[in-house]
């Protein structure tokens, strides 16, 4: 018997050495190794992971519970996870009545902010939330690190034309695009490149001002205008920020083979 104890204590304790030496985890039928991008890598292809489960008064009792953590609501059915001092619900799922029609939960209104002006267009890069306000001609940033309570962080004057049309917006890493147009003549505007580098120290510079713009999009290293002047869509290199560059223009939109 002490040398059977000894034979399987052996490669279990060698096992333990492993993954403490790795600080990786591996769990599986076949012994391959975990990816080295994971720190627990489970496998099967007959068996699934169990979430801890809970009713919401259970969840909601959990002491100083930390950002990620992640639950499975019993009373819900569905998945939560804490982030911001709050549970929140992964994705939506259909409410399914007696009578078998799908109801969708009702949107619950988590803070609201008055921008004192007409906001046509907006954008997400990381926390921080990017308001294009047409009455003031301005790009507003705006930091959701707390949804239910939104700060103003920075503003910033864009065109200085007090005709001009602040329509649509776009973001790229660090470079904002706000395509506006002069909605007095209906032919002249451009877009505008914005650095949110330091959403409170917004800076502005004219990529093309000759058009009437419509609509951005950015793809990948390109931005996609529509200059409704020129009835064309116009393609600008944005590898480099800085110097933006026309590419080509995309025109006859309307003709048929």
């Known amino acids: 018997m002490p040398s059977l104890t000894k034979t399987v204590l052996t490669p279990l304790l060698f096992c333990c050495t492993l993954v403490c030496s790795f600080a990786q985890v591996g769990i599986n039928m076949d012994r391959t190794a ?12 007959e068996k699934g ?14 002491v100083e519970p930390a950002d990620a953590l992640l ?7 569905s998945f939560w996870y804490y982030e911001n001092n709050r549970w929140n619900e992964i994705g939506t799922r259909p409410r399914i009545t007696n009578s078998g029609i799908g ?3 009702a949107p ?6 008055d921008i004192g002006g007409l906001n046509l267009d907006m954008a997400r890069q990381g926390n921080v939330l990017y308001l294009i306000d047409d009455n003031n001609d301005q790009l507003r940033a705006v930091d959701m690190t707390d949804p239910t309570n939104p700060q103003t962080i920075g503003t910033l004057d864009i ?11 776009a973001i790229k890493d660090n470079s904002a695009y706000i395509a506006y147009d002069d909605y007095n003549s209906f032919t002249e505007g451009g877009i505008v490149l914005v650095d949110i580098t330091d959403p ?3 800076t502005q510079s004219v990529v093309n001002p000759d058009g009437y713009y419509t609509s951005c999009v950015v793809a990948g290293e390109i931005l996609y205008g529509f200059d409704a002047k020129a009835e064309a869509f116009k393609l600008f290199d944005i590898s480099n920020p800085a110097s933006p560059q026309l590419l080509s223009t995309i025109s006859n939109l309307d003709s048929r083979p």
Do not use: F, K, N
């Open 49 to 62: 992971v169990l979430i801890p489960r809970m009713t919401t008064i259970e969840r909601d009792a959990i």
């Open 103 to 105: 109801i969708l939960p």
């Open 108 to 113: 619950e209104l988590v803070s609201l902010l």
């Open 71 to 77: 639950v499975y609501d019993t009373d819900q059915g």
């Open 159 to 169: 065109v200085p034309d007090s005709d001009d049309y602040l329509i649509d917006i």
């Open 200 to 202: 409170a120290a917004m």
């Open 34 to 45: 975990p990816d080295s991008s994971a720190i627990l890598d489970i496998s099967s292809t």
